[in-house]
Each structure stands twice: as C-alpha cells, then as structure tokens.
C-alpha cells in the first residue's frame, strides 16, 4: 500500500520463497480434478512457478486428460484415471497431488495421494466434517507427507498488507471486521449436494469470510451466533443452505461477522473498523481487480501471483524440509470446526462457544 513499507518478501513473481537453490529441480505436481477452477487458474498460473511443476493430470475424463495433457505439454504414460491413479506411486516425477475436486471427495483422494507416498495439496473447504479432516491429517502424518490447504489468499499481496497492517495497530485497536460472500449459484451444480459440497453458502464462499476475519486478526472466534435463512419453494435450496449471518466475539472484544449467500448478485468484500482508522476491501479475495481503500484513500500494492505463491510455498517446505506450512490441514480442520458450530446455532438458535 501507498504509504507502508512492504511487509513481505515477494519477488516480481510473487513467490514468497527465499532460500531455495536456483539449481535444485522443480517439485513435480500431480493435478487431480480438471475441473473450472484447475484449468483456469491453477495450470495458467502455475507457468509463473519457479519450484513447482505440473508432471501428471489425474481425471475420470478421457478426453480432458487429451485436451488438457496436449494443452500443458503432459506426457499420454502421465495421465491418469481415478482407477489406474494407484500407478502414481511408482512414477517419482510426482511428489505433490493437488486434489481439486468437490469437497465431500477431498477425504478419499487425499487418503489415497498419501498412501500412495506423496504430499498432498488440498483445495477448500477441506472435507465435509472434523473427524475427515482429522482423517486427512493423520494420514499426511503417518506416511511423513505434508498437507497444504489451497488457501490462496494467504499468499495474496494485498491481503497480506492488509493483515499486516491490521496487526501493527495502524487502525487502533480492532473493535468489527464484517464480511459479505455470494453470488447466485445455477440449479444442478455439486455446489447444491450435501454429500459433494459439504454445505451450501458457508461452506463454500462464507468461507473466505471466515478465513478474512481469523487472518487480519490473527485471533480464534470464541462463540457464534447465525442464522440460516432460504427462500421459500427455491428447489436450489432442498439440500444446503442459501444465506447464512453470523456474528463472532472474539477473546480480545473484537466482534466479526460474515454473511454469505447463493441468491445474492456477485459481492465479495471487507470491512474492517478499528479505533483509529478503517479499511474497506472490495473484491477483497477474488482473483483480480481487488480495490482496498484506508479512509478515503485508495491504496496500490506491488502484485505478485498468489497461486504460484502458494504452490511454491510447498514445494519449498517439501525440499528444505520445514514443517511450517502457512495453511496447514490444521488451518482446513479449524475452519469446518467453526462452521459445523455455526450450523449448530443456526438449528438451536441459541449461540455456541468453541473451546
Ligand atoms: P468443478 O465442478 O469445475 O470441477 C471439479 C472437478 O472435480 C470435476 O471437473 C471433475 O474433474 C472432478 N471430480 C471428481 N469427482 C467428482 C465428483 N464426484 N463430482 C464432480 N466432479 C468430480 O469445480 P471447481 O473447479 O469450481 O471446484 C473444485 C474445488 O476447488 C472445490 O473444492 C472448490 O471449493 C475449490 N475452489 C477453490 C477456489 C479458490 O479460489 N481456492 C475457487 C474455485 C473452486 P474430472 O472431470 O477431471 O474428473
């Protein structure tokens, strides 16, 4: 931003990493799931990885693995089906599977990249319960893998200012953070599916909400309080919910609230009033074209690449051995704790204290 120095190490690329060899060979990534957010994001943005690599594609779909593997130069013995993926574990140009796939399949795949001997990034929300998600870390533990949440916004230049200025105090002390999420979510897709999408709104968009509240102030929610609300005959909303508030206290006093929805024209945006100062983020954790403003001044940070940051943030931990992920599954697992207790309140009406 304009007037703070920069906080965090980020080359012209973006990447965060600085003490990986120039000559050591990339990490070799496996993505599993072709879907939207894998072949518009993830593979065109991995071109700007300096540690990371994309070696093999994983799908149930023969002729993705064609469109896909010719488009980023993967190699026909390199694609996999779900069936043959076993094969992975004796190909060693895979040391990362990067499950991108619906929620409520994030468990199994990620299970099964660990067995067969490989690191596993996992995208959000990280499974569709605790005890999956504790499933997740035991078996990443167990095979000496490690696990990273695709939480990109992490690795986010403005997002990352913004955090940091948060916790210096540039705005006093935090009193609100308030968070809003949505857009309007098209009948038939898995989104729609308990099984495959683990919830509805919250899970998959007020999420980010979340995630914004716990990054900027680097505090764990102590108690919510939500309510869930659907429209009424909407078939969209037989299965999961559609827009959710909910209100959390913090141990410091801090109040936060997030609300997200399936019906709403696209909003993506934060607010954050302290006692000296304010921050109002629009598009605040999209992809592009993000606008924070501090008062009534605009603010420009330097841009760096978010995804290929958060790629090469594990294959850097993966070769130097640090066991110090910025998203851990832990960070997964805390997010699914906090929004099955705000599903718990939104049932009793009553608030629930997380321990
Ligand atoms: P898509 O529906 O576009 O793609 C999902 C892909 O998963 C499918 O194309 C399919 O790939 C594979 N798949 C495997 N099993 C199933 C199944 N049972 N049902 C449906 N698809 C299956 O979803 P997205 O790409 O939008 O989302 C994928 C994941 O990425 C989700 O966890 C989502 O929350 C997350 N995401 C994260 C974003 C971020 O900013 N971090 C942004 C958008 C999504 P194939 O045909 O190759 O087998």
Redo the contacts with the bound molecule.
């Keep these: 931003m304009a007037s703070a120095a920069a906080v965090v190490s980020l080359d012209p690329s973006g990447n965060l990493c600085s003490f990986f060899k120039q000559d050591q060979k990339p990490v070799g990534w496996a993505i599993?799931?072709?879907?939207?957010?894998?072949?518009?994001?993830i593979l065109p943005n991995m071109r700007y990885c300096k540690l990371s690599k994309p070696v093999a594609?994983?799908?149930?779909?023969p002729d993705?693995?064609k469109r896909?593997g010719d488009a980023f130069g993967i190699s026909p013995e390199h694609r996999y089906s779900?069936d043959n993926m076993d094969a992975i574990k004796d190909n060693p140009e895979i040391e990362v599977v990067y499950?991108?796939?619906?929620?409520?399949?994030?468990k199994d795949?990620t299970l099964r990249a660990a067995r067969l001997g490989k690191h596993v990034c996992?995208?959000?929300?990280m499974a569709n319960s605790v005890a999956e998600c504790e499933e997740m870390i035991d078996a990443c533990a167990k095979a000496g893998k490690q696990l990273q949440i695709?939480?990109?916004?992490h690795y986010e230049p403005y997002n990352l200012q913004a955090t940091e200025l948060c916790r210096k105090g540039e705005f006093g002390v935090l009193r609100s953070i308030q968070a809003s999420m949505g857009f309007s979510a098209q009948p038939g897709?898995?989104?729609l599916n308990k099984k495959?999408?683990g919830g509805g709104s919250m899970?998959?968009i007020g999420i980010?909400g979340l995630q914004a509240l716990r990054y900027l102030s680097g505090e764990e929610p102590s108690e919510v309080f939500a309510t869930i609300s659907n429209p009424p005959k909407d078939e969209r909303f037989k299965e999961v919910e559609d827009t959710v508030h909910v209100v959390f206290k913090f141990p410091s006093g801090l109040t936060g609230s997030v609300a997200c929805s399936y019906s709403w024209a696209g909003v993506n945006r934060y607010e954050v009033l302290g006692t000296k100062g304010r921050l109002v983020a629009e598009n605040a954790?999209g992809?592009y074209g993000f606008q924070f403003q501090i008062g009534s001044r605009s603010v420009t940070v330097q841009p760096g690449n978010m995804w290929a940051s958060q790629m090469d943030h594990l294959s850097e931990c993966i070769r130097t051995g640090a066991k110090t992920n910025r998203t851990p599954g832990e960070m997964g697992r805390q997010d699914i704790r906090i929004i099955h207790a705000i599903y718990e309140s939104a049932r009793t009406g009553r608030s629930v204290k997380l321990g």
């Design positions: 599993l799931g072709l879907g939207s957010y894998a072949t518009t994001q594609f994983i799908s149930g779909s993705k693995l896909y779900y499950v991108i796939t619906p929620p409520g399949t994030h795949f996992c995208e959000k929300p695709g939480y990109r916004c897709i898995w989104r495959l999408g899970y998959d980010y954790t992809y």
